[in-house]
């Protein structure tokens, strides 16, 4: 069964520090991978995915995310916070059978905090 | 392009009344989910429908929840008897359709807030 795991619920960092968000997941079958952007009292909001092409995926807001099929990883980073940036972001995980599309499963979510 | 649109945008009520959610998805999409966000956990699936039709409910606890999509467009998500457990944020996904990657995008809805008292 596939399956998210995202290491920390809270992260803080500075504005103009690195943003490092982890995700592992497990997946008996070649994944497609998401992060995913909740403001508060939003719904989510889809920063990036990664589809089997390019490893080093690039998404919106200067988000980017590297697939690692050895780790079994799909962390998300960002060069420089930004205030803005504070938010909840959630990876999600779906199978690919052969075309036929799997449900995406969510980890539990990290909620990062931007410090001035 | 207008986006996923849902109501109410809270709700209160107490244990054993019922409730109801509903959504509308981006236009010409096929495919609409509703999901389950409790305080501190990432969303869960709890139904999915292509047009009109179910795909997967297997996560929907179907005594006490139901949910329709009339006609494949909007559809509504019910509660009855609501517990205090089911106190959560209910989401509302569409996507465009099966083929190519453009099937696993879902676009989100703000949902609905669900206080159960």
């Known amino acids: 069964a596939q399956s998210v795991t995202q290491l920390g619920s809270h992260v803080s960092v500075s504005e103009g520090a690195l943003v490092l968000l982890r995700c592992n997941y497990s997946?008996?079958?070649?994944?497609?991978l998401f992060w995913y952007v909740q403001y508060p009292n939003q719904g989510l909001q889809l920063l990036l995915k990664?589809?089997?092409?390019?490893?080093l995926v690039k998404g919106i807001n200067g988000f980017e995310a590297e697939f690692k099929k050895s780790e079994t990883s799909f962390h998300l980073t960002k060069p420089s916070a930004h205030m803005s940036d504070a938010a909840e972001y959630f990876c999600a995980v779906s199978e690919d059978y052969g075309g036929s599309q799997g449900n995406l499963i969510f980890g539990k979510g990290t909620k990062l905090s931007v410090k001035p | 392009e207008a986006g996923v649109a849902q109501s109410p945008r809270y709700k209160i009520i107490e244990k054993r009344q019922s409730v109801a959610f509903w959504c509308n998805p981006i236009?010409?999409?096929?495919?609409l989910y509703w999901y389950q966000q409790i305080l501190g956990q990432g969303p869960k699936l709890l139904i999915q429908f292509q047009n009109n039709g179910v795909v997967d409910d297997s996560q929907l606890p179907k005594d006490r929840f139901s949910a329709e999509r009339l006609k494949g467009v909007d559809s509504t998500l019910k509660i009855q008897p609501a517990k205090l457990e089911d106190s959560a944020v209910y989401l509302c996904?569409?996507?465009?359709?099966?083929?190519?990657?453009?099937?696993?995008?879902?676009?989100f809805g703000a949902g609905t807030r669900l206080s159960v008292l």
């Open positions: 996904a569409s996507s465009l359709d099966h083929s190519g990657i453009a099937k696993n995008i879902q676009y």
């Open positions: 990664y589809t089997s092409a390019a490893t």
């Open positions: 236009s010409g999409h096929a495919t």
């Open positions: 997946s008996s079958v070649p994944p497609y």
